[in-house]
């Protein structure tokens, strides 16, 4: 039986509840920021924020996310656009977190095919094949429709994202993910770009191999029934927290089959049918 979303089956070591009611509700954002903030800077996983947040309170996780976002443009990071997370059903399977989120992207997070990306910057990186979208127009109408997303694309692109956890063990509830602006760590874009003209895109296989050896397969479909539809989700719930998509941002469009954990360097080359292919490639820092 499938649960509700946003329930949460995890039943790992820390326990799912309500939040701290020793403080206001503005204290138990800060608190969950700072932890976040700290987490990302050590390359410690924190605790679960949920205790901070409750299991459910997204409305407040996305006050986390934004705060968190803000202060890393303060400091010199350059939005490049969106990501959303949770839509492929093997994903939110794997988690048991049951509804979409979406992220921020900055421009320290964009790598380009065969762009080595250091391991020690991520703290529990996992792998998965998308399908970035790259927009030509402002995508910014509360009532986006999938025509209006195909409007607004210019074109799409092969994607590997690293997904990072600064939560413990990935232990998470949809309000750990969203606080954590989605769970993000890094994207991978291909290099060259193709339009959208008499392309189904939910018809798009997808293989990641590792190393050349095969490790995730999917397909279009597995992402909310179509990139494109999961494309104009993102915009009318960015639209609806007054932080609309705009010309120029990438937007990957999620998961298009399961994510792999990566565990040590090495080679991702994502194939996408028609869409050719990008690899990412993952170092051990050298001094």
């Known amino acids: 039986m499938t649960p509700p979303p946003g329930t949460h089956e995890n039943t790992g070591t820390h326990e799912s509840t309500g939040p701290d009611e020793s403080t206001g509700t503005d204290g138990r954002i800060a608190t969950a920021a700072a932890l976040l903030t700290t987490a990302a800077l ?19 996780a996305y006050e986390v996310q934004r705060r968190v976002a803000a202060a890393r443009t303060a400091s010199g990071a350059r939005r490049v656009g969106a990501k959303i997370g949770l839509t492929a059903p093997v994903v939110q399977q794997q988690f048991g977190v049951y509804q979409p989120d979406f992220g921020v992207l900055f421009d320290d997070m964009t790598y380009a095919h065969g ?15 998308e399908i970035a979208f790259v927009l030509g127009r402002d995508l910014d109408l509360p009532g986006a429709t999938v025509a209006d997303v195909l409007r607004a694309t210019e074109f799409v692109l092969p994607a590997v994202e690293i997904v990072d956890s600064r939560i413990a063990d990935w232990d998470l509830t949809i309000t750990d993910t969203v606080a954590d602006n989605a769970s993000s760590g890094a994207v991978v874009l291909g290099t060259t770009p193709y339009t959208l003209d008499a392309r189904d895109l939910s018809r798009v296989g997808m293989t990641l191999h590792r190393d050349g050896e095969p490790v995730s397969f999917g397909a279009g479909h597995a992402c909310l029934g179509s990139p494109v539809v999961a494309v104009a989700w993102l915009a009318r719930e960015m639209a609806r927290r007054e ?13 298009l089959g399961p994510m792999v954990p990566i565990g040590g360097p090495g080679r991702f080359r994502l194939e996408l049918d028609g869409l050719g292919e990008v690899e990412a490639v993952i170092e051990e820092e050298t001094k």
């Open 243 to 255: 932080q609309p998509l705009r010309a120029g941002d990438v937007v990957m469009s999620g998961a």
């Open 42 to 60: 050590t390359r410690t996983p924190c605790a679960p924020v949920r205790q901070h947040l409750g299991p459910t309170d997204i409305d407040a």
């Open 115 to 129: 762009e080595p990306l250091p391991l020690g910057g991520f703290l529990q990186p996992r792998a998965e094949g």
